[in-house]
């Protein structure tokens, strides 16, 4: 057995023990040592540590996966308290530091060079991260790795691949919820295009497998486990998903870890959690929360009978919408009524009626599911939130979209609930003069306020109905917004379908907190806009375009990639072979799989065009055909081609296909977000970010702050808008604020650059909030902006006054960094902050 150098060195025998200096006596004080395991080139590193005895606060063994300590953290012994490592290559680098205090007995750790590429392994730790073999370099061919997440019966896991690089026809991961791949399947990547998921259960299993020819980068994962939220307390005799607290959990194996505390005795009729939703139905009364289809995202159960009712306060109304919905269209469905039971009037009948959003005219709205004794699906997920309903205080004689103020509502029985208290005696309208607006639109064009950008007239009420060719849809994007700050007021609705009296696919006014993009379902979409008769503002504009179903092309962007997705049974129609298919840059070619063609590339690559349009920056490509010059007859048409745009915001992506009669002129809009990331930095250089995690800092101490754009663009802007701290993740709960509008809002924030490049940074002096632990974490709201674009948030700056107003060029994301935590706080003089 061969011995390590006492501080560090290169480790080629293929085995052998090292240790911290001077071990088995204490370590001296402000060592850094560095041992590299360099095994040869068909063989991985096995490192376990057999002993460890470190300062908790201050001294650390970091391992990393490759030949130094710019590849992947592999984990931290003390913290992580995980003592064995695999490499996956033939390298592994260890570091060990210490500062200039305390010192103790240190470490002593056993490696063995072993056969093969290393992959999968259990992992027990609360968190962690795992990478595909030899990441970031390829992956080998013919991999077959199996990773295990197990926790405590308690707890679920949370996985999130943050990185993803995988041959798309044929190199695989496929995610299973239990301990094995038996287990339901959950995800396979990458043609599934998800990149997180939950158990229900305390595992997760990970498998990895490649084929004989091409690889690529691979992958990198990162999990947490949490605990488990279902509980029996108030469920007894209901099926959670997760688990069961009904009594024949007994049987199947799957009770709820407190089933026996609550539910041993009687496990009937269940009561409702009205936060959450009731696992099978129930009074649903916060202002706000979500329900699911009995053991989501699971298969329902046969023969279910569901029924959930939304109760609001007098004032209210029900806003519904189903974010989910995965039904045996046969037999199994949601009904939806417009009251406190089944017994009121039918609003709709899922999934036939294809219609996902739900507005009530009063303060209840109930939802019957039922599924017969055959066949289940994943079933639902729906969302609610309660509004202040609309009121006649100054607008006797007008109709809402729910109720009226007209003296005609008590014929129709639609009057508004303070109809009565202010418009019994007198219900004519008062005699304005209303602006000329709105109209008839066909295929593609553009839709705004009167007078717009100018201030828009009171009493204004605007109809624009925009249809589309026969068996298409249509996509609106709303690119500037501001009107009064009053939601009753003056607002702008969008319904989906030839008139108002359709389905409400959603509201704009003064507090929407970004711009929206709406796709119909059919091939009418009608837009109202309204004012009352007080102040006027900018008002809107918005630009839609006919489409094909999102269902037969689309567009994904992120701040590094396009993805172009074209259904295989739409070129078919048209005669067209996907291998002729090309972009801007004929040499990016598209792959495909039984159903779907699709081009994946960077977004700056490929001969995609970068400009800036109505305030959005817009990326665009095109997809053509390579015209056959052969034979005698063809079924193509005579020419193809997809526009492909990309507008870059927050919202999700959405696509649009426009085409005509025979020639095939295509356009493909989407619109997508950019990445943003935070860190720690060393000091006010910010060369060298953080990677310690947690952050361990003295009170008082100067921490710098980088927020920026994944990737590098001199053509944007970056401003911090504001910036909180919490000693959680519940930045509402309790939090103490360092920039608000811009401004250093704590008298400790220095702002170093804001708005005018594609970072931001700042920094401010550390401290501890009182009466709880000492974590600290930060959330910043970000803007980011053309660079070009001279009015925009960016370029104001800090801005003392805080206006509510959106428009062209707000892209905003939140994005979150921590903790930090005290290093000696004991010690360390306290200073307090009051949130």
Known sequence: ????????????????????????????????????????????????????????????????????????????????????????????????????????????????????????????NPR????????????????????????????????????????????????????????????????????????????????????????????????????????????????????????????????????????????????????????????????????????????????????????????????????????EECCDSIRVYDGPSATYPLLAHLPQDQRFHFSSPRNYLTVVFSSDHRGSRRGFRAQWVFSE???????????????????????????????????????????????????????????????????????????????????????????????????????????????????????????????QDFHSSSSYMTVLFRSDGSEGARGFLGFFSSSLPENTARVVCSSENMTIVIQRSYLDSLGIGWQNLYVDDHRCRPSANRYEVSFNFPIDMCGTNKTTKNGRVVYSNHVQVAQSKSGEITRQVEEFLLSVNCHKGQDTTVGTVCKTEVTINSTISGTGHFNTSMAFYHSRSFSYPILEFPYKVRLDQYLYVQVQLSKADNTLNLLVDSCVASPNHDFKARSYTLIQNGCAKDNTVHIYTNGRQYYAQFRFRAFKFLRTHSYVFLQCRVVVCADNDFNSRCRQGCRMRNRRSLDSSHHTETVTLGPITLKGADSAIKLEKED
């Open 1 to 124: 057995m061969t011995v390590a150098p006492p501080c560090g060195g290169d480790l080629t025998n293929p085995s052998g023990e090292f240790f911290s200096p001077q071990y088995p006596n204490n370590y001296p004080n402000n060592a850094y040592c560095t041992w590299r395991l360099l095994a040869s080139e068909n063989r991985t590193v096995n490192v376990t540590f057999t002993f460890v005895d470190l300062e908790a606060c201050c001294d650390f063994i970091s391992v990393y996966d490759g030949p130094s300590d710019t590849y992947p953290l592999l984990g931290r012994p003390a913290q992580d308290q995980r003592y064995h490592f695999n490499s996956t290559r033939n390298s592994l680098t260890v570091v060990f530091s210490s500062d200039n205090s305390v010192a103790v007995q240190g470490f002593r750790a056993q490696w063995v060079f072993s056969v093969g590429a290393s992959c999968g392994e259990d992992l027990t």
């Open 128 to 327: 962690g991260e795992f990478f595909s073999p030899q990441y970031p370099n390829n992956y080998p061919n013919d991999a077959n790795c199996t990773w295990r997440l197990l926790t405590s019966r308690t707890q679920v896991v949370n996985l999130t691949f943050t990185f993803v690089d995988l041959e798309a026809c044929c190199d695989s991961i496929r995610v299973y919820d239990g301990p094995d791949d038996t287990y339901p399947l959950l995800g396979d990547l990458p043609q599934d295009q998800r990149n997180n998921f939950n158990s229900t259960r305390n595992s997760l299993t990970i498998v990895f497998s490649t084929d004989q020819t091409i690889t690529g980068q691979g992958f990198r994962a990162q999990w947490v486990f949490s605990e488990l939220a279902a509980s029996c307390r108030w469920n007894c005799g209901s099926n959670l998903g997760r688990c069961s607290c009904a009594s024949s959990c007994q049987d199947y194996g799957n009770c709820c870890h407190d089933y026996f505390d609550f539910c041993q005795v009687t496990a009937t009729t269940p009561t409702v959690n009205p936060t959450v939703g009731g696992p099978c139905g129930g009074d649903l009364t916060n202002s706000s929360g979500e329900f699911f289809s009995p053991q989501y995202p699971n298969n329902y159960p046969n023969n279910a009978y569901c029924t959930w009712t939304l109760l609001a306060s007098e004032t209210q109304v029900v806003n519904l919408t189903f974010t989910f919905v995965d039904l």
């Open 389 to 515: 309903r609309p009121s006649c205080r100054g607008n006797c004689g007008y109709s809402f979209i729910p109720c009226s103020c007209t003296s005609s509502c008590q014929y129709y029985g639609n009057c508004c609930h303070d109809y009565y208290t202010y418009c019994q005696a007198t219900t004519e309208p008062p005699t304005v003069t209303r602006p000329t607006c709105g109209g008839y639109y066909f295929d593609s064009g553009s839709i705004s306020s009167p007078d717009y950008p100018n201030d828009y007239p009171n009493y204004a009420e605007c109809v624009w109905q925009i249809s589309a060719p026969a068996g298409q849809t249509i996509f609106l994007s709303f690119v500037d917004l501001e009107v009064q700050h009053c939601c009753d007021c003056d607002y702008v609705n969008v319904y989906d379908g030839s008139s108002t009296a359709s389905s409400l696919l959603g509201k704009l006014c003064y507090n929407a907190t970004t711009l």
